[in-house]
């Protein structure tokens, strides 16, 4: 519990660097508890754990859907070493407590190989110590803030150097030097803004405001009129939810456009647009790795299926895409192992690669997260997003950012 204690106090200030070393079978967290994983019969349990409920179900419960479909095709083509995957499945509620007391169950009580899930960086780290404790496998597949690696997780979405900073060096290169940052009020934001001002110093542009919002809130008033006083010529966007609503319906009602002060969103995806409504966000920015408008074989067969399962208006999304790649790479790095060994599987998980809807990807064995093409997209009239701008091949992930002068000190 103390090391409970001490990872939830930790995400109010960002992320405490936790190394995955040679992503060996060891724990951060002392003696991990003997696994309880029963491979003797025909199938085996993993766990899927996303928030079906509160603020975060806009986006989460598409997740649950593309590792359904995911779990679907895996079972129909001979399941994983021959064993049929067995679903737990769980609502995380939007809440971190719940998030991490799921987490114990489907590790502890059902005995599950792996858990597929989360969103928010707070549920990551209320989750994390769960897993290093109990020396448990989770699989998350959202973008998020960087500045951390255990080798209890594998971050199939992008770090730091694949979308944040792609975005801010896409602004640069329009030429932008005014930027105002809006966010929700918790680890994610916080963070990658804080990798943002120091990006901006090194960089000739001004941050002329900093605003944060409760998850769920949706009273952008007195926010919208700073950003629109401030003089800002961009707004970098990490607010989560269904906050982005309203904070976009009032930004159009003070008269701002995307002709004067383009916003770059990196939690709208392809799902969201619907839920804002596309007169209220056409033609804005989103910086990611996958979209559906994406042109390959491998998505092509994706968002077929997708919408083969769930209905031919369903849209696919990045963390959709990264979710769903996470049950394939775990696959993969089982099938290498021979074993659901959680040391073996992490000890085989380097260089397993994935012909993914966003393009090949390959787990770093070091860090635990995988190479990603970066994105940046414009949403369209159709409610669709299209790749404006595209780092042409994957960039290796960099979640400390030790690649970059003026990001030394952040972690």
Not at 93 to 115: I, M, N, R
């Amino acid at each position: 519990m103390a090391a409970l204690a001490v990872a939830l106090g930790l995400t109010g200030c960002g992320g405490a660097r936790t190394d995955a070393g040679s992503s060996g079978g060891s724990t951060s967290s002392g003696d991990a508890a003997a696994s309880c994983v029963d491979t003797s019969g025909d199938s085996v349990k993993i766990g899927f754990l996303n928030s079906l409920s509160g603020t975060m179900a806009i986006s989460e419960q598409t997740v649950r859907d593309a590792l359904d479909l995911a779990a679907e095709e895996i079972n129909a083509d001979g399941g994983v070493l021959g064993k049929q995957l067995e679903v737990v499945g769980e609502d995380g509620a939007s809440e971190p407590t719940v998030f991490a007391e799921k987490a114990e169950k489907l590790v502890s009580s059902d005995c599950v190989a792996a858990v597929f899930g989360g969103w928010t960086s707070s549920s990551r780290k209320a989750m994390l110590p769960v897993f290093e404790s109990k020396d448990a496998l989770l699989f998350y597949p959202v973008q998020y803030e960087g500045l951390e690696a255990s080798p209890n997780i594998f971050y199939t979405g992008a770090t730091t150097n694949q979308q944040i900073v792609p975005g801010m060096d896409y602004l640069k290169e329009q030429g932008k030097t005014k930027v105002f940052l809006v966010g929700s009020d918790y680890v994610f934001p916080r963070t990658a803004n804080k990798i943002i001002n120091a990006y901006a110093e090194a960089n000739g542009i001004e941050i002329v405001g900093e605003e944060y919002a409760p998850l769920g809130h949706t009273d952008f008033s007195t926010i919208v009129n700073k950003l629109k006083a401030s003089g800002a010529d961009a707004v970098f966007n990490t607010l989560n939810g269904d906050s982005n609503v309203a904070f976009f319906k009032e930004y159009k009602n003070v008269g701002l456009g995307v002709d004067t002060t383009p916003v770059v969103s990196v939690s709208i995806a392809e799902e969201e647009v619907g839920g804002i409504g596309v007169e209220n966000i056409e033609g804005q920015l989103t910086a990611w790795n996958y979209y559906q408008t994406v042109e390959s074989p491998a998505n092509t067969t994706f968002v077929e299926a997708f919408k083969a399962k769930y209905g031919e208006d369903r849209v696919t999304s990045d963390p959709m895409e990264a979710a769903y790649t996470s049950l394939y790479l775990w696959k993969g790095m089982v099938e290498k192992a021979e074993s659901f060994d959680v040391a073996a599987v992490q000890d085989a998980a380097d260089g397993v690669t994935f012909e993914a809807p966003e393009g090949t990807v390959t787990v770093n064995g070091e860090n635990h997260h995988i190479a990603k093409t970066a994105l940046i997209g414009k949403i369209g009239a159709d409610g669709l997003i299209y790749t404006e701008w595209s780092s042409d091949e994957a960039i290796e992930p960099d979640p400390f950012l030790e690649g970059y002068d003026w990001a030394e000190g952040l972690s």
